[in-house]
């Protein structure tokens, strides 16, 4: 370990061997860090988070303490944070608030300056914020999509897989994956393209994505009456498959 000198360490944390960690930065005694994660300084490390490998955690970052959740009574809760990830300068990922459960963030995922992940959020893959944004309780980001900068996801809404928020949006209801959206509130505007093909989704599939939010967004159907057209015109690809599934699952209801 390379640890400097004033770092404030409880000699109950389990810290791989090849961590770095910088002046002034506090670590909890229920902390957990694995190999070659490099931890700048004046960054807080709290509560019952274990934090995987090869991360990198920017000046001034506060990780697993308590919620902003009036209800939180003190009880054991997580921050699960994977490997690869970036988080830069002021960034807040709170614990849990009810007992057992956690705040889980994945892997090689990039939260800029001043980003804020609330408690019980799931985070998924290789997902993006931009500086300022900021999750609300209980909310999820699946996998490739991306906030910019400032957006505001609504408690307990879902962002789809390779979808994309505009800057400034505000996001209350569930972005459906693979969509383009922006505004106040966030509305739909078509697929996002630049993002399907940057992971590798074919030609092939993403025109069938494109007839089917034909179907969804401009065919003036309701919801129920457009998936019933889509799975009888448009072969179940996997993407197809799980954005009906997606839709289907949908609490909020989804951004039109």
């Given at each position: 370990m390379t640890i400097h000198n004033t770092a404030v360490i409880s000699?109950?944390?389990k810290i791989a061997e090849s961590v770095k960690i910088g002046p002034w930065s506090?670590?909890?005694?229920n902390v957990e860090i694995g190999k070659n994660t490099e931890i700048a300084s004046n960054v807080v490390i709290d509560g019952w988070t274990s934090i995987g490998e090869n991360n990198k955690i920017s000046p001034g970052a506060v990780i697993g303490t308590a919620p902003q959740d009036v209800k939180y009574d003190g009880a054991r809760a997580?921050?699960?944070?994977?490997n690869g990830n970036t988080i830069r300068?002021?960034?807040t990922i709170n614990r849990a608030t009810e007992p057992d459960t956690g705040t889980v963030v994945g892997d090689n995922n990039f939260f800029m300056a001043y980003t804020h992940i609330a408690h019980n959020c799931r985070?998924?893959?290789s997902v993006t914020m931009v500086n300022f944004s900021g999750l609300s309780g209980h909310s999820v980001l699946e996998d490739g999509c991306v906030l910019?900068?400032?957006?505001g996801i609504h408690q307990g809404a879902r962002v789809g897989r390779l979808a994309m928020a505009g800057g400034l949006s505000k996001v209350v209801k569930d972005i459906p994956?693979?969509?383009r959206v922006d505004g106040h509130p966030a509305k739909i505007y078509g697929l996002n393209t630049i993002g399907l093909a940057r992971n590798n989704i074919s030609a092939s599939a993403i025109e069938k994505l494109k007839r089917a939010y034909k179907i969804l967004f401009r065919s003036g159907m309701n919801t129920t009456q457009a998936l019933k057209k889509i799975e009888k015109e448009i072969p179940l690809i996997d993407e197809i498959q799980y954005l009906l599934n997606f839709i289907r699952t949908s609490d909020r209801g989804i951004c039109k």
């Open positions: 000699p109950s944390a506090v670590i909890g005694e997580y921050v699960k944070i994977g300068e002021y960034v985070v998924g893959n910019a900068g400032m957006v994956p693979f969509a």
